[in-house]
C-alpha cells in the first residue's frame, strides 16, 4: 500500500502549475557560478562539480525505479512544497543545490593532493566530513517535512546508509574527477556519467513512464 507521503509526492510530479518566479533567479546564480569557472579555465572545478551533480541524478532515478516495483514508498521523497517536483525524491531546489555543491566542494580541496589532516590523505578526509554534514542537513529536512524517509534501514535512526550510499560516492566521485590529470578524461568521465543518467531518464521516465 502505498504511503500518504509517497502520495503526496506522486501528485506534485511534474505538476507546473507550481512553478514559482523565484525558480529564473536561482536558474541564473548556478550558470553564473559555472560560468566564472569557464572564464577562468578552472576544469578541475568545473568538471568535479558537474561528477557530483551528475552522480545525484545517478541516485534520483534508482530512488524513483524503488516506487515504480513496490508501489510501497521511494527510499525518500520530496512531498512539500516545490516550484516543481522533477522526480518524486528530487525537487528542482534539490538539483540547483546539487549543481553547487559540487563546486563549493572542489574549491575546499587543498592543492596539494598528498596533504594529510588529522593523518587522513585530504580528499577522503574532505569526502568523510562533507558527506556526513550532509547528512546532518537531511535529518533537518526530514524533522521539518521538507524530505520523508519510510523505512527502517533509511532514516534518523539509522543514517550509515545513507552516508555510504546517499553522499560519500558523490563526493569520492567529484574529487576523483576534479584530480584527473587531462581535461580530456575528465570530459569522457563528466560524458559517461550525465549520459547514462540522460538515457536512464528517457527511458524510465520518457518512454516506460516508470519514474
Not at 20 to 36: D, E, F, K
Request: glycine share 8%; net charge neutral; aromatic share 18%.
Amino acid at each position: 500500500m502505498i504511503t500518504e507521503s509517497a502520495r503526496q509526492a506522486q501528485l506534485i510530479l511534474r505538476d507546473p502549475s507550481h512553478f514559482q518566479w523565484y525558480v529564473v533567479p536561482l536558474l541564473l546564480i548556478v550558470l553564473y557560478i559555472y560560468s566564472v569557472e569557464v572564464e577562468r579555465k578552472n576544469w578541475n572545478v568545473l568538471f568535479g562539480g558537474l561528477a557530483l551533480w551528475g552522480m545525484d541524478w545517478f541516485n534520483e532515478i534508482w530512488n524513483g525505479l524503488v516506487f515504480h516495483f513496490n508501489k510501497f514508498a521511494p527510499v525518500w521523497g520530496t512531498p512539500g512544497a516545490t516550484a516543481y517536483n522533477i522526480l518524486i525524491g528530487l525537487n528542482i531546489e534539490i538539483t540547483f543545490m546539487f549543481a553547487i555543491m559540487g563546486i563549493f566542494a572542489c574549491k575546499m580541496l587543498p592543492q596539494d593532493k598528498k596533504m594529510k589532516i588529522l593523518g587522513v590523505p585530504n580528499r577522503l578526509f574532505f569526502a568523510v566530513t562533507n558527506s556526513i554534514l550532509a547528512v546532518f542537513i537531511e535529518v533537518v529536512l526530514n524533522l521539518v517535512g521538507a524530505l520523508t524517509w519510510e523505512y527502517p534501514w533509511w532514516n534518523i535512526r539509522a543514517p550509515w546508509l545513507i552516508f555510504l550510499i546517499g553522499y560519500l560516492p558523490f563526493f569520492l566521485v567529484c574529487f576523483w574527477v576534479h584530480d584527473m590529470k587531462s581535461v580530456r578524461n575528465k570530459i569522457i568521465t563528466v560524458g559517461a556519467i550525465l549520459g547514462f543518467d540522460a538515457v536512464c531518464l528517457v527511458i524510465f521516465a520518457g518512454i516506460l513512464g516508470w519514474i
